[in-house]
């Protein structure tokens, strides 16, 4: 079904950061401009365990744009390859496990680009694999441990510091959109 409105729910595994992996969960919503051009529209929430001393909570609601390099993949051809590319808003939240009351935030921005293929079970319903690099445009929380001291910092960072985000997701074809 093309020109169409999709939704689905997803999870999430965080990998390659400076703080470890992470796993986490949302949803999104897709609507498909053209047979090569869909959007993405999505919000999740992935929390990840520092040395069992600290939780980094990161909250991200954004876009993507995906370009289907081939044509004719759309059901019934059962895998349907991509690239995505997009934006995102981002809240970040690092806390003491034991000191709840002990945290710092920071709002931010950042963008993401991947690979992904959807596996297309019916007309209607696909599983999507992703995975794609999340860049954070904004300053960085750094968590300091050694030994029982634990020292949470905010530093503007000269590198490019993000995470490699591997996504499952299951979406159903809600309807199209418009007449073409």
Known sequence: MQDGFSLGARSTVSAFSDEGA???TGGQFRIQLADQVNTEWFADYITINIEDKVR???YHIGWSVMFYPFKNQKYPKIVQ??????HCFDYNKVTLINSPSISVDRWGSAVQAGLATHFNVTGRFD???????????STVLHTHI?????AITEEQSTVLHGHLLTTISLNYKI???WNR
């Open 22 to 24: 992470g796993i986490g």
């Open 56 to 58: 980094s909570d990161y």
């Open 81 to 86: 390859p991509y690239i995505l590319a997009g």
């Open 127 to 137: 599983i999507t694999l992703s995975s794609q690099y999340m860049v954070h445009l």
């Open 146 to 150: 050694e030994a029982n001291n634990i």
């Open 175 to 177: 309807g199209k959109l």
